[in-house]
Structures are given as structure tokens and as C-alpha cells.
């Protein structure tokens, strides 16, 4: 089984910064792409930043310019650095991994928790 859990969420003043972290543990082969998402309350999902498995990165509009997704793939962690953060940021932030298996190459997506972020003054 895999596991993927994030963490740096938090309160900050607009303009301000975070920096946000998705690790995956467990039976893992390779990660393929791995990507954040979010959730404002009553709004849809959407997609804030993706990065491929040869570190191809692509953003939402709303978001470029301000976060950097990056990657570790040693320690199979994916980070979100927030600048410039504004009040309709706010969100529950969750990450998507998707991991190949071992032996069978099957690639499974997996969701954290998800971290809420709070951009208020």
C-alpha cells in the first residue's frame, strides 16, 4: 500500500508565503507525475500545479508567477512554494501522486488528506 500525506498548511497574512510538502511512502516502484490540487468551499476541485517525471511543470493561470512546484525524488516528496499568497487561495491543498508498481508497472493514483491553507488578514 501507498501512503501520501502533506503538511504546511496554515493561517498567513496576504502576500505572505508557505511552503507546502507531499511524501509517499510505502510499496513504491517509481512516481510517475505528481501534482497539487484544490478545494475551496463550495468551488470544485481544480488543478493548481503538475510535475512530470522528467520535471515538465505546468500551472494554473491563476497561480503562475507566484507557486513553484518541485520535486524530490529520492525522498519521493513533492513541494508547493506559495508566494504572494492571496485571500482566494484559501483551500484545502491535496496532493496526487501517481505511483508505478514494482513488478506489474500498473500506475495507481493516490490522494492525501489534504492541508487547509487560510490566506487572511
Known amino acids: 500500500q501507498v501512503q501520501v500525506v502533506e503538511s504546511g498548511g496554515g493561517l498567513v497574512q496576504p502576500g505572505g508565503s508557505l511552503r507546502l510538502s507531499c511524501v509517499a511512502t510505502?510499496?513504491?516502484?517509481?512516481?510517475?507525475?505528481m501534482g497539487w490540487y484544490r478545494q475551496a468551499p463550495g468551488k470544485q476541485r481544480e488543478l493548481v500545479a503538475v510535475i512530470t517525471s522528467g520535471d515538465t511543470t505546468n500551472y494554473a493561470d491563476s497561480v503562475k508567477g507566484r507557486f513553484t512546484i518541485s520535486r524530490d525524488n529520492a525522498k519521493n516528496t513533492v513541494y508547493l512554494q506559495m508566494n504572494s499568497l492571496k485571500p482566494e487561495d484559501t483551500a484545502v491543498y491535496s496532493c496526487?501522486?501517481?505511483?508505478?508498481?514494482?513488478?506489474?508497472?500498473?500506475?495507481?493514483?493516490?490522494w492525501g488528506q489534504g492541508t487547509q491553507v487560510t490566506v487572511s488578514s
Open positions: 496526487n501522486v501517481a505511483v508505478i508498481a514494482r513488478y506489474t508497472w500498473k500506475v495507481t493514483e493516490y
Open positions: 510505502g510499496s513504491i516502484g517509481s512516481i510517475n507525475t
